[in-house]
């Protein structure tokens, strides 16, 4: 079975590397590198609904079945945009701490984002930041060479399309199998948005899980491939 790992903003496919080493051998594992991040830095990044556009165009042409996706943060906001807009291609969708209601005051984040990206590709700062995101020191180097790379254009516009992301109307019509996870020491407004996505397919599994933050794949990646094992056999 085709399965596609969707990785967050502001890092790339390795964070999949600890999950991948739980899962079973018999997976056809596809982990893209985001427009503007990892090895695709040089590609400028546009849009979520672009990439979530070439991500479909992909998969049609190059799997031409349909997939599991698996999503974190950002990247499950783009795995609900394509189980909503292209439920032919997904047979199962996983997502992953996806933010799903809007951020008060998103010019004023985006300013003050602006003003310290450029922190994000000095190495103490990246390695600092690491550490609060929950990357082991395996993936250390990984990190801070993707936070080198990352532009602040690349930067912002993630993040601007990130707070400004809401349910789309496709998502509760999706006949798929769907799994909804938020870690319980998120942000508030994370573990609602989860709520929100489940209300909308009431469908979905829901699952709030112990012990961990905004890094369920990093934090607790034996876990997940368990829970993603029992969601695809």
């Not at 349909?66 to 909503?84: D, R, T, Y």
């Not at 390695?127 to 395996?138: G, Y």
Request: hydrophobic share 45%; charged share 20%.
């Amino acid at each position: 079975m085709p399965v596609v790992l969707v990785h967050g903003g502001g890092v790339a496919g390795w964070m999949w590397n600890p999950l991948r080493r739980f899962l079973p051998p018999a997976w056809e594992v596809i982990v893209p590198d985001l427009p503007g991040h990892g090895g695709s830095a040089g590609e400028p990044f546009i849009a979520q609904e672009r990439t979530t556009l070439d991500l479909r165009s992909y998969l049609e042409a190059e799997v031409g079945k349909p997939c599991a996706v698996v999503g974190f943060s950002f990247g499950a906001q783009i795995a609900v945009q394509l189980a909503s807009r292209a439920p032919d291609l997904v047979s199962h969708v996983a997502v992953i701490s996806a933010q799903a209601k809007p951020s008060r005051f998103p010019k004023l984040t985006l300013g003050l984002l602006a003003a310290a990206a450029p922190l994000a590709r000095r190495p103490g700062f990246a390695r600092s930041q690491a550490k609060q995101l929950f990357v082991p020191d395996d993936l250390l180097e990984d990190y801070v060479r993707t936070s080198s790379r990352l532009t602040t254009r690349t930067l912002v516009r993630v993040v601007e399309d990130n707070i400004r992301f809401t349910v789309p109307s496709g998502w509760p019509a999706f006949g798929g199998s769907a799994l909804v996870l938020a870690g319980q020491n998120e942000r508030g407004f994370m573990k609602e948005s989860a709520r929100a996505l489940h209300q909308a397919l009431p469908t979905s599994d829901l699952a709030i899980v112990d012990d961990c933050g905004h890094g369920i794949p990093l934090q607790r990646p034996e876990w997940l491939a368990d829970r993603l094992r029992a969601q695809y056999a």
